[in-house]
Structures are given as structure tokens and as C-alpha cells.
């Protein structure tokens, strides 16, 4: 038996039995969005409520003297935006704010998640620019976790944002901006 083989035997005789997990079913509810933009804000973020009507002119003030950036595919005319080029990392970080849609927001937690959709394009693009404004429509906010993951697939790439990037890991300080955008922006559409 070689070194191998008996790394191998140990790891199979260290394992022990999966737990038998039993799904308890959680019922339903609507979601209230008024708690989800209650705990967005918890989180140091900027929510904004607006029409379809409405949506460009708002977006039009947030890119005032910026340089934004949206997904290729994006339903909203930005003056001045661009749409993403496949640039590269150097070139997304002279972007001052990104502008996308996302898959799901959960009422629990205030969290907004992405799964790299058309509409919110490539992970990069969400996380190198330091101002992310992301677009949620009323019908994509579910009360629960839960209900958030039988919304999602699981094999696309999910990035939960719950705030602005942030740790408070030395010495209990928030620093913001660590792992992704230092200010975060959220419109809800609500028609």
C-alpha cells in the first residue's frame, strides 16, 4: 500500500454518516416592501422608489458628472453611461459606479443577490467600481431566504450584497470598501 492509498484509507475510515436532513415547509407570505427597504437602509444604503416612468431621469441625476457603467443588455437609457465592453480590470476601476439589475431580494435580511444575469452582466463589473446602483423590480422581492433559493440556480455564479462592502474584522472598526463597492444604491421599481 502506497503513501497514497493509505491517505485515502484513513480519510474513508475518519468519515462519518451524512445527517439525515428532513425539508420542513415553510409557509409562504408576501413580502413587505417596506421592511425590505427598512433593512436595505440598515445597511448604510441609499433606496430610492420609483416608476418606470421615472426611472431614466433618476438614473440620469445619479450618473451626473460620473462615469457609469451598465451590463451590455440593460433596459434603460443612461446618458452618459457605457455599456460593458468586456473592459478589463484596469479600465473598470476608471468607472466611478456600475449600474445593474439583480435576480432576488429577500425581505428578511435586506439582501439584494446577483447570479451574472444579461442584465447585470459580469461579476467584475459589480464589484471593481466603487459605487454600485442596482435596480430591483417590486415582483423580484420574496419574503425568505428560502423563497429566494427556489428562485435561483444554483450552478450560476450568486453574489449576496447585503450593504456596501464592509468588515469589521480589526479591532471591531467598520471599514467600508474592502471587498467590493464602498457605496451602494438601490431603486426600487415599484409598477
Known amino acids: 500500500m502506497d503513501s497514497k492509498e493509505l491517505i485515502l484509507r484513513r480519510i474513508r475510515s475518519a468519515a462519518v ?13 408576501p413580502a413587505s416592501l417596506e421592511a425590505f427597504v427598512e433593512r436595505v437602509e440598515d445597511y448604510r ?22 462615469q457609469c ?5 440593460f433596459d434603460f437609457f443612461i446618458f452618459p ?15 466611478d459606479t456600475t449600474i445593474t439589475m439583480c435576480a432576488v431580494g429577500i425581505e428578511e435580511s435586506g439582501t439584494i443577490v446577483l447570479d451574472s444575469g ?6 467584475a463589473i459589480t464589484l471593481i467600481p466603487d459605487h454600485h446602483i442596482c435596480i430591483i423590480r417590486a415582483d ?16 450560476r455564479p450568486l453574489t449576496f450584497i447585503s450593504g456596501p462592502s464592509a468588515t469589521s474584522d480589526i479591532e ?11 457605496k451602494l444604491e438601490v431603486i426600487l421599481l415599484e409598477d
Do not use: M, W
Not at 454518516?17 to 407570505?29: F, N, S
Not at 457603467?69 to 443588455?73: D, G, N, R, S
Not at 471591531?172 to 464602498?182: F, Q, S
Open 45 to 66: 444604503a441609499t433606496v430610492y422608489r420609483t416608476t418606470r416612468n421615472d426611472i431614466e431621469s433618476l438614473l440620469a441625476t445619479l450618473c451626473e458628472n460620473k
Open 118 to 123: 444579461p442584465d447585470q452582466g459580469r461579476r
Open 17 to 29: 454518516t451524512p445527517a439525515l436532513h428532513k425539508r420542513v415547509p415553510v409557509e409562504k407570505r
Open 172 to 182: 471591531l472598526v467598520r471599514v467600508e470598501g474592502v471587498h467590493g463597492p464602498r
Open 69 to 73: 457603467l451598465t451590463p451590455e443588455q
Open 140 to 155: 423580484q422581492i420574496v419574503a425568505t431566504l428560502e423563497e429566494a433559493l427556489q428562485r435561483l440556480d444554483p450552478t
Open 81 to 95: 453611461a457605457q455599456s460593458d465592453k468586456d473592459y478589463s480590470h484596469a479600465d473598470l476601476a476608471l468607472f
